[in-house]
């Protein structure tokens, strides 16, 4: 059974993409270039995320839930607002490519070459629908086609892509670069930035009958350990700039960040080293609460973090902070599945970061000011606030793990399930149990007193099978589709019993 809290975090990101396309209520960022971590690309893409592991981990019998929200994260992915920042970023700069003589000409195109945060989000989000529905729809030709439709100035454009044409384009990539990863800026490959695409070659894989992923996890792992990444203690690099072949140091914003995906391909590498990474930035309360100390107060060598937390407290409220650390650090805490920590930390949220719920849903409001007058952490930004500190309320230890390795099979589809629900209705609790032959579900009103619903129950088993309602025999019914009309007026629960259930 959710919680209210992970109840809250599904319906406010359900909120969120039901916002009209165009509506970007709550999720603006600092800067209006779409080029911080606040990005709506980012934004979109960790809700998919969010929203697939509770399906997969908490309601697996509920797609409905979840499968109209995802295709609305993908469909504003598309949007112009979300990827038009690459004609810009394109034509590269000296502050992220010093030996450039003069500016490259630029290409509205987000997908075709480099800007894998763009199009490494949009492969795992594709990916990962496809895997969760058993759905096609983007693997179709055109399936993820992208418009630039200017008004008044500028050529009408049209790219046309589909899952395994954007698979193949970031393939060839990697290869090209030695399995080093694909550029986001030009001339920079991030570490983080290129977890998803593995993510998308493992989902392609699973739709597809391809074996890319277990050829990208060795490439890119021989890649790295022959640069000594991947071996020694320590931060990861934030980022490679590839013509002046040097590393750029990271911290723990990249260590959490980039450790929560690759921990569902690289998992052993991940569990070994979190120690000599995340953890040295942690700061505990008299209370027991966890927050964090400012990345800039931590230098690049775990032997040094300690040394420079001696003076961390002198300086630390004159950080003004601008990135999603916080929230990073929580979702790799809800996949190395340290319960305590994430405890501590997501008290410190409740405590200081104004939890606030809205049209039944729980999130965490921007908050731009970094500490309050006692020198608590308050900032809170909107990918953080409406995303991540949702993911680790919905994640369980190993998540994103388990369902890279253990996606649903043929038979998973085929099991009764709750195939239409209204947008009105929480649910709290959609499963099958296959030995008991029973589908138990659990609803409830997000907002309203009651909600007048149809409700659609498919794959009943095209035999006899009963309804009940609280316990008690509501109706029965035959045949695969089962459509019922109820009110639901308080937490209600629903059960479709097979005939000949034990």
């Known amino acids: 059974m959710l919680t209210d809290q992970q109840a809250g975090h599904i319906r406010h990101m359900r909120n969120l993409m039901a916002q009209p396309d165009g509506d970007w209520s709550h999720m603006d960022s600092m800067e209006a270039g779409q080029e911080g971590l606040s990005s709506y690309r980012y934004q979109l893409g960790h809700i998919v995320y969010a929203l697939g592991l509770a399906h997969y981990h908490h309601l697996p019998a509920a797609p409905c839930v979840f499968k109209e929200a995802m295709q609305a994260a993908i469909r504003k992915m598309l949007r112009r607002e979300v990827w038009g920042y690459w004609f810009e970023a394109s034509q590269s700069d000296k502050r992220i490519d010093p030996d450039l003589e003069e500016r490259r000409e630029q290409w509205h195109d987000p997908v ?3 800007n894998i945060m763009y199009s490494g989000h949009l492969h795992a989000m594709a990916g990962m629908y496809g895997v969760l529905f058993d759905d096609d729809r983007y693997e179709r030709e055109g399936g993820l086609t992208i418009r630039h439709s200017p008004l008044f100035v500028g050529e009408e454009m049209e790219f046309s892509y589909d899952f395994s044409s954007i698979n193949d384009i970031i393939y060839w990539q990697m290869v090209e670069n030695g399995w080093l990863g694909v550029a986001c800026e030009p001339n920079c490959i991030f570490l983080v930035c290129n977890q998803f695409p593995m993510l998308g070659f493992r989902f392609h894989d699973v739709r597809k009958g391809t074996t890319i992923a277990e050829e990208a996890a060795a490439g890119y792992r021989q890649a790295w350990a022959d640069r000594d990444v991947l071996d020694r203690p320590g931060t990861m690099p934030m980022m490679l700039m590839v013509r002046q072949n040097v590393l750029v140091p990271g911290g723990p914003a990249t260590d959490s960040h980039t450790g929560a995906i690759m921990h569902a391909w690289n998992r052993d590498f991940v569990r070994e080293h979190r120690r000599s990474q995340v953890y040295h930035a942690l700061k505990t309360a008299e209370d027991g609460t966890i927050s964090l100390r400012p990345l800039a107060m931590l230098p690049g060598t775990a032997e040094s973090y300690e040394e420079a ?6 300086d630390e409220l004159a950080v003004q902070w601008s990135t999603p650390d916080f929230g990073t650090v929580l979702m790799w805490l809800s996949e190395l599945g340290d319960e305590e920590t994430l405890a501590a930390m997501q008290a410190h949220a409740d405590k200081h970061m104004n939890p606030t719920w809205e049209k039944g849903g729980l999130y965490y409001p921007r908050n731009d000011r970094s500490y309050d007058d006692s020198g608590n952490l308050t900032f809170v930004e909107p990918l953080t606030g409406n995303v991540l500190a949702g993911y ?8 994103l793990w388990q369902l890279y390795n253990h996606p649903w099979g043929k038979e998973h589809f085929s ?5 239409e629900c209204p947008f009105e209705l929480d649910v709290l609790q959609a ?7 029973k589908l138990s579900l659990t ?6 007193d009651k909600v007048e619903a149809r409700l659609v129950l498919t794959n009943s088993g095209g035999g006899p099978c009963t309804i009940l309602r609280d316990g008690e025999v509501l109706e029965t019914a035959e045949g695969e589709r089962v459509e019922l009309d109820i009110t639901i007026d308080r937490q209600t629960g629903l059960q479709l019993v097979r005939d000949g259930a034990k």
């Open 112 to 114: 075709v070459k480099e």
């Open 443 to 448: 609803l409830r009103p997000a907002l309203a």
């Open 415 to 419: 099991q009764p399930h709750l195939a």
């Open 309 to 314: 937390g001696k003076d961390a407290a002198v």
């Open 392 to 399: 680790a309320r919905l994640n369980v230890p190993d998540g």
């Open 431 to 437: 499963r099958y149990d296959d030995e008991e032959r």
